[in-house]
């Protein structure tokens, strides 16, 4: 089972939830995967310490031309959505930043004029923290596409494990990348205006992706009811909630996690992963009928 931790907006306590619903969930005595997928700014190994045993560098293809056989007949930049080719005055100027590797460039090139190469966009680094498992990607500085380390850092995991992915925060592409074929998604928000506004546009995302989510409220009691109110006139299941707790605040600033500084949120933990467990099985009751 796959659980994706994704959250509308950034600072809601996502990765504070994900890495340590991951080491509950270990503590069952199953197998589990912490996933990092939040590419661009990863900072599960804060708190959960690991051991890296494997770094791997990880590279997308980007064309690169032969000026000797283009013949400047512009169709690589006509096929390229994203403008990572373009023809001025007849010769292609390529933007490998911008690629996005589908090789639509050198398939229409008539002259052969364009191939691939490997560049080089970051790092997916695996090991272990404890009895968990632990994959984390790092987007190299300077690099706009992080959906093809994604998809690197999810190949990483092991298949016959549970996996906790830390989605990056958001709503856009590297998102949906992260989310897109999870087995669940659980919503991390806060009881603010903008944590509402945000869970919102989050909720919008995965009804379209046709996911099984539900939502965790952070800091409660801190802000108001309306994240309340929005779950009941959606019926959207709000699975736990975690208190505006300062003693949680104190044990963050200093990279502890919850469950080892604060041993009574073990169990709220383990309880979310039975209630994850809940939702999930009718999809696998419903998949064997």
């Given at each position: 089972?796959?659980?994706?931790?994704?959250s509308?907006?950034?600072?809601?306590?996502?990765?504070?939830?994900?890495?340590?619903?991951?080491?509950?969930?270990?503590?069952?005595?199953?197998?589990?995967?912490?996933?990092?997928?939040?590419?661009?700014?990863?900072?599960?190994?804060?708190?959960?310490k690991?051991s890296?045993?494997?770094?791997?560098?990880?590279?997308?293809?980007v064309p690169?031309?032969?000026?000797d056989?283009?013949?400047?007949?512009?169709?690589?930049?006509?096929?390229?959505?994203?403008?990572?080719?373009?023809?001025?005055?007849?010769?292609?100027?390529?933007?490998?930043?911008?690629?996005h590797s589908?090789?639509?460039?050198?398939?229409?090139?008539?002259?052969?004029?364009?191939?691939?190469?490997?560049?080089?966009?970051?790092?997916?680094?695996?090991?272990?923290?404890?009895?968990?498992?632990?994959?984390?990607?790092?987007?190299?500085?300077?690099?706009?596409?992080?959906?093809?380390?994604?998809?690197?850092?999810?190949?990483?995991?092991?298949?016959?494990?549970?996996?906790?992915?830390?989605?990056?925060?958001?709503?856009?592409?590297?998102?949906?990348?992260?989310?897109?074929?999870?087995?669940?998604?659980?919503l991390?928000?806060?009881?603010?205006?903008?944590?509402?506004?945000?869970?919102?546009?989050?909720v919008?995302?995965?009804?379209?992706?046709?996911?099984?989510?539900?939502?965790?409220?952070?800091?409660?009691?801190?802000g108001?009811?309306?994240?309340?109110?929005?779950?009941?006139?959606?019926?959207?299941?709000?699975?736990?909630?975690?208190?505006?707790?300062?003693k949680?605040?104190?044990?963050?600033?200093?990279?502890?996690?919850?469950?080892?500084?604060?041993?009574?949120?073990?169990?709220?933990?383990?309880?979310?992963?039975?209630?994850?467990?809940?939702?999930f099985?009718?999809?696998?009751?419903?998949?064997?009928?």
């Open positions: 089972m796959r659980v994706a931790i994704a509308g907006k950034g600072g809601t306590g996502k990765t504070t939830v994900s890495a340590n619903l991951a080491v509950a969930w270990s503590r069952l005595e199953e197998k589990v995967t912490y996933a990092d997928c939040d590419v661009e700014e990863p900072n599960g190994h804060l708190f959960l690991p890296i045993e494997k770094t791997e560098q990880i590279g997308a293809l690169e031309v032969n000026f056989l283009c013949d400047g007949c512009g169709k690589c930049g006509e096929i390229c959505n994203f403008s990572a080719i373009v023809v001025l005055a007849g010769k292609p100027l390529t933007f490998p930043e911008l690629c589908c090789g639509g460039c050198s398939l229409v090139c008539e002259p052969k004029a364009i191939k691939e190469i490997p560049r080089n966009i970051g790092i997916v680094e695996t090991g272990s923290a404890g009895d968990l498992n632990f994959v984390s990607g790092k987007l190299r500085i300077g690099e706009a596409m992080s959906p093809p380390l994604i998809r690197e850092v999810k190949r990483a995991i092991p298949a016959n494990e549970h996996a906790v992915i830390d989605a990056p925060p958001g709503t856009s592409c590297p998102v949906v990348e992260v989310v897109k074929d999870s087995d669940y998604v659980l991390v928000t806060e009881p603010t205006p903008f944590g509402l506004n945000d869970l919102k546009l989050a919008e995302m995965v009804r379209k992706l046709n996911l099984r989510y539900s939502v965790l409220l952070n800091r409660a009691g801190s108001d009811d309306r994240v309340h109110d929005y779950c009941r006139k959606e019926d959207i299941d709000l699975i736990a909630e975690i208190p505006d707790d300062r949680i605040a104190e044990s963050y600033s200093r990279g502890e996690l919850l469950v080892d500084a604060l041993p009574q949120y073990e169990l709220l933990f383990k309880r979310l992963v039975d209630s994850i467990k809940m939702r099985k009718p999809i696998q009751e419903e998949t064997i009928r």
